[in-house]
């Protein structure tokens, strides 16, 4: 079994424990009254909502313990998918009681009691806002910063009014046992939204960083070097990626993440390349060195094995070549001699950022890179189009059960790669994908 698939059973396991915990504290407690089997499924659909809901705010939480070995970009791919089960559930919830007890529609009748009526359509809402605003937030119009921020709040307030309104009910959590064990386990979940969006941020402020190059590059991109401020420095692996906050403190709405495109060989310095594709990227090339900047990770598992023999296959479609420059540059400074293939995709010969200095690596790694234009010039001689099965199959080595794959690039590119690769034989378990729109 890969690495990535003990992880990802080891996370799935943990991941059922806790949004099943909420429901297995209140089911130990047999209630007094025994009601209808759908007033009974209805209630349980509300408590396993708030073991869902309240797990979405842990894993959405950028927390290294819970998320480092499955990937940071899995993991908010997962929630993204359990938001919308989530928000299934709260639906289902009420309707599932009321067909049951039509006479249950009063809970959300103003006139019977205005406050809990109002509370509780304000949670279905909020929940609708939630999933809806992250699933078409361009559609909106609402910037990563002022969504971060909505998502935050709303959070929060559907996982507290959630376990209020369960404490408040009392068939499943009558007693003060049950509602102090119920409480603490959903309260832990608010204290990680806390620690995420306030305690991080105030640990960060002690150890910033200052941009000292910011160099243009080819493909309307720009490369900035950041170096610590003081003794403290952060190791990674090459491959993976931090969230950036630019400015002179990191409470900001403003935080990025971007893929390490340095070395990993020296924890006080690193760089990131980032192309104009957006309103906060469109200002990196102006930013001067001396700007003081926060940095919160690494995070990703997007990291070759130590040591393998069998190499590694490296797919990259436009700017997302940064991480895979990371782990050759990485793997020059080691002295490293496994085989290595690149698959480096762009629409113009002009548009491959670092094409300059992947010539440079071909002749110290046991490398063989190979451009893929899609929009060449009539005097291109190589490979032209997508990348697609049949390049695959032309220009890669088979599988040999051992090789990884690492896959980087915008989302047609790389469900191309990965299904070329499927077909030529190569096990999902050793394909690393790195979806970098997660925002």
């Known amino acids: 079994m890969s690495r990535l698939a003990r992880s990802a059973l080891l996370w799935c396991g943990g991941y059922l424990l806790l949004a099943l915990l909420p429901l297995g504290i209140a089911v130990i407690r047999q209630p007094d009254e025994t009601r209808e089997f759908g007033a009974e499924l209805g209630a349980l659909l509300g408590l396993l909502a708030l073991g869902v809901l309240a797990c979405q705010a842990v894993i959405s939480g950028r927390h290294r313990w819970f998320a480092e070995s499955v990937g940071h970009d899995n993991i908010l791919q997962f929630h993204r998918q359990t938001g919308i089960f989530a928000l299934l559930l709260v639906l289902a919830h009420p309707l599932v009681m009321i067909a049951t007890r039509p006479g249950w529609i009063e809970y959300l009748d103003p006139r019977e ?6 509370t509780l359509i304000l949670l279905v809402l909020a929940t609708l806002m939630l999933v809806a605003s992250s699933l078409w937030r361009t559609l909106f119009g609402l910037s990563y910063e002022w969504w971060r921020a909505l998502h935050g709040g709303l959070s929060l307030f559907v996982v507290a009014g959630g376990l209020g309104h369960a404490v408040m009910v009392q068939h499943y959590t009558e007693g003060i046992f049950t509602t102090l064990l119920l409480g603490a386990v959903v309260g832990l979940a608010l204290l990680l939204v806390v620690e995420s969006r306030l305690l991080r941020p105030w640990r960060l402020r002690k ?33 993976q990626f931090f969230w950036i906050t630019l400015g002179e403190t990191p409470f900001s709405l403003q935080q990025h993440p971007f893929s390490v495109a340095s070395s990993s060989a020296d924890g006080k310095r ?15 090339p102006e930013v001067p060195p001396g700007t003081r900047v926060f940095v919160e990770g690494p995070y990703g598992a997007f990291i070759p094995e130590p040591d393998n023999a069998s190499g590694a296959v490296l797919i990259a479609g436009g700017i997302g070549v940064t991480p895979i420059m990371s782990i050759l540059r990485s793997l020059r400074d080691q002295g490293d001699t496994r085989p290595l293939w690149l698959l480096y995709a762009n629409k113009t010969w002009e548009d491959a950022t670092f094409r300059d200095e992947l010539a440079e690596l071909e ?3 046991d490398l063989d890179v190979i451009h893929v234009i899609s929009d060449p010039e009539p005097e291109w001689k190589g490979e032209r189009g997508k990348i697609d099965e049949a390049l695959v199959r032309r220009r890669l080595p088979p599988d040999d059960g051992r090789r990884e794959y690492f896959i980087c ?29 997660i925002v």
């Open 207 to 239: 150890r910033p960083w200052t941009v000292v190059d910011n160099q243009q590059e080819r493909g309307d991109a720009a490369t900035l070097t950041l170096q610590a401020e003081g003794d403290h420095r952060l190791d990674f692996a090459p491959g």
């Open 270 to 284: 690193f760089a990131f390349t980032a192309k104009r594709l957006g309103d906060f990227t469109n200002t990196l």
């Open 113 to 118: 009691d205005t406050l809990r009526a109002i």
């Open 409 to 437: 690039g915008p989302e047609p590119l790389m469900n191309a790669a990965e299904k070329a690769l499927l077909a030529q034989g190569a096990a999902a378990t050793r394909i690393y994908s790195d979806r970098f729109d």
């Open 363 to 365: 002749q110290v790694l």
